[in-house]
């Protein structure tokens, strides 16, 4: 029997093959007037992702790379951060500015609860200057999305503070309007939304953060945003960058802006919505009380470690997703909607979950999650979609 390998992690996600075969002939030296037109045209089409006009500088790194890059560009050892810390990425921002020698205000919240904008609001007034406030879109984690929306307006108020988001896995997820809600920095990373495999980073820098980098001490050198404005500028990257993944990044937007990021987003809505129903109907409890689109983390039946579900869907049907990470490593699957993902890729999963705890031991009715799942479907479904 063929099986195939297919990804339902939360990164990295499904490429999209088109951009797959651009990159495999993409022998293009990053000097040259060639590329200089692709990085302007996805330097636009990041802005259209992003939502803003404002500057989005590009990095050959990981995510956690362009996260290290916000703190040691917006603060100067001895600063002081407000830091949302509700799962291992919130840690991380932690991790981070300490190791820039930052002083960290922590906000902890209990994993899978939503974030009341308010604490931050009273955190802000009560205490001595923040120069940042490090959040995340969505806690990947946990699968819990925040109200950065708020958050912004709040911060915003601030004058000599930044809101700082760590959108890897919220954008393309979830409505994220960087400019109009006031998100000063916003991180992104190319294995999630993006739709390419790992290697590329993003960040949008708003003229108030800009502000803040200009008088920022700690030191930097690969990751310096003034360099890399002014090389942006010039319609180039100051170090060589990963030329084949910005000419994936490059066929990739362009597909977004077909689609209509709307479209994509309501399509990762969509795809969550009814993976939860199919939980449930399986009996089984979702992890997060304020859920995110990108991933669904799902407590395993009592008696069963999230591992094992993991390890059986892997070796009996090819299916790749994630256990919980850190503290909830076996209290938690999570199945991601984020890439290249369509409706079908869903009910196919679901219908192999449903194999799996049986086979595990767990006592359920086959076909109750797929059917769920096409309820919500036909549910959900806006006028004009197939099947109309």
Known sequence: MIKKTRLFTPGPTPSFPPAQQVMAE???????????RILREALAGLRYFFQT???ILIFASSGTGAMESAVANLLSPGDR?????????????????????????????PYGQALDPRV???????????GAVFVQAVETSTATEYDVRSLGAIVHEFPDTCLVVDAITGLGTMELRT??????????????????????????????AWRRVERSGSPRYYFDYRRERKSVARDQTAYTPAVSLIVGLSQVLRFVQEQGLDNVIRGARLQAEATRAAARALGLQV??????????????PEGIPSTRVVQHLRKEFG????????????????????????????LGMIGCLELTLEQLGHSLSLGSGVRAALQTYCQRREPGEPGE
């Open 26 to 36: 993409s022998e293009i030296h990053h000097r040259t007037e060639e590329f200089k």
């Open 53 to 55: 006009q404002e500057d």
């Open 81 to 109: 951060a407000l830091v949302v810390v509700g799962g291992k990425f919130g840690e991380r921002w932690e991790e981070l500015c300490k190791a820039y020698q930052v002083g960290v205000e922590k906000i902890a919240i």
């Open 120 to 130: 931050v609001r009273q955190r802000l007034e009560a205490g001595p200057s923040v």
């Open 179 to 208: 400019q109009d809600w006031h998100l000063d920095l916003v991180v992104g990373g190319s294995q999630k939304a993006f739709m390419l495999p790992p290697g590329l980073s993003f960040v949008s820098v708003s003229e108030k």
């Open 287 to 300: 992890f997060s009380h304020s859920p995110c689109a990108a991933c669904t983390g799902i407590r395993p």
């Open 319 to 346: 299916l790749v997703i994630a256990a919980g990470q850190g503290e909830l490593k076996e209290q938690l699957f999570r199945i991601a909607h984020i890439g290249y993902f369509d409706f079908y890729d869903i």
